[in-house]
């Protein structure tokens, strides 16, 4: 199967600085790739699609100005955490989507553990 | 919409036993189903899929059952495993987007 490397998979930032979070397709392109946050014991939350060569679309409630997505390849995507907050941390998780002929699997990558001190 | 996160409710069950996990969706528009399971720090990991076309498909061990008129997914697992112990989720979506919604999800405990 495919791979989606995100990185790092922990960090630890005082509050008002910027964390950025990278997501990597290692073996195929991804044209569209998706940021989810995870709270302690809840689901994932679709945060925003990443979109290659244009802008990322987000969910609604999601603060795009907070939230900084950009997809400049085919195979990296990252999301920046501007002015972090304790309130944002949280486990940041991203996917891509690989067509495998009939159907378009998602594969995950590893998370982010966002703490904000 | 999006699913509101709540709470994970839990299910028990004893090694070797069979456990049923279900799940409720909220698009009747989704077409494609798919169950992630989810250990404790990592991503979500690919289990089983299903499209509407069908209502049933057995993987190794774990059948998915798929009954569109009350939107409702299910989870089987035969002859649980300690190893089986995770958080599942479901997760619905239109073949035209690829984006995932994922349901509240359920702990799975397996105790020997």
């Known amino acids: 199967g495919a791979v989606v490397s995100q990185h790092p998979s922990r960090v630890i930032c005082k509050s008002g600085t910027s964390v950025k979070i990278e997501c990597r397709s290692l073996d195929f392109q991804a044209t569209t790739m998706f940021w989810y946050r995870q709270f302690p014991k809840q689901s994932l939350m679709l945060m925003a699609t990443?979109?290659?060569?244009?802008?990322?679309?987000?969910e609604q409630g999601v603060e795009k100005d907070k939230f900084l997505i950009n997809h400049a390849s085919l195979t990296l995507s990252t999301l920046t955490v501007t002015s972090a907050h304790p309130e944002d941390s949280s486990f940041y998780i991203c996917?891509?989507?690989?067509?495998?002929?009939?159907?378009?699997?998602?594969?995950f990558g590893q998370g982010t553990r966002l703490t904000v001190v | 919409g999006e699913s509101v996160g709540l709470h994970l409710p839990t299910l028990s069950v004893q090694e070797g036993d069979n456990s049923i996990i279900n799940c409720a969706y909220s698009n009747s528009a989704s077409d494609y189903f798919i169950w992630y399971k989810q250990e404790s720090g990592k991503g979500p990991q690919f289990i089983i899929d299903?499209?509407?076309?069908?209502d049933k498909r057995q993987g190794q061990r774990v059948t998915v059952l798929l009954n569109k008129t009350v939107k409702h997914l299910s989870l089987q697992i035969a002859a649980t495993q300690p190893g089986d112990s995770a958080v599942y989720f479901c997760?619905?979506?239109?073949?035209?987007?690829?984006?995932?919604?994922f349901g509240t999800g359920t702990r799975l405990q397996v105790f020997p």
């Open positions: 997760a619905e979506s239109d073949l035209n987007t690829d984006k995932l919604i």
């Open positions: 990443s979109n290659e060569g244009s802008k990322a679309t987000y």
């Open positions: 299903i499209r509407s076309n069908m």
């Open positions: 996917s891509a989507p690989w067509w495998q002929g009939r159907n378009t699997e998602a594969f």
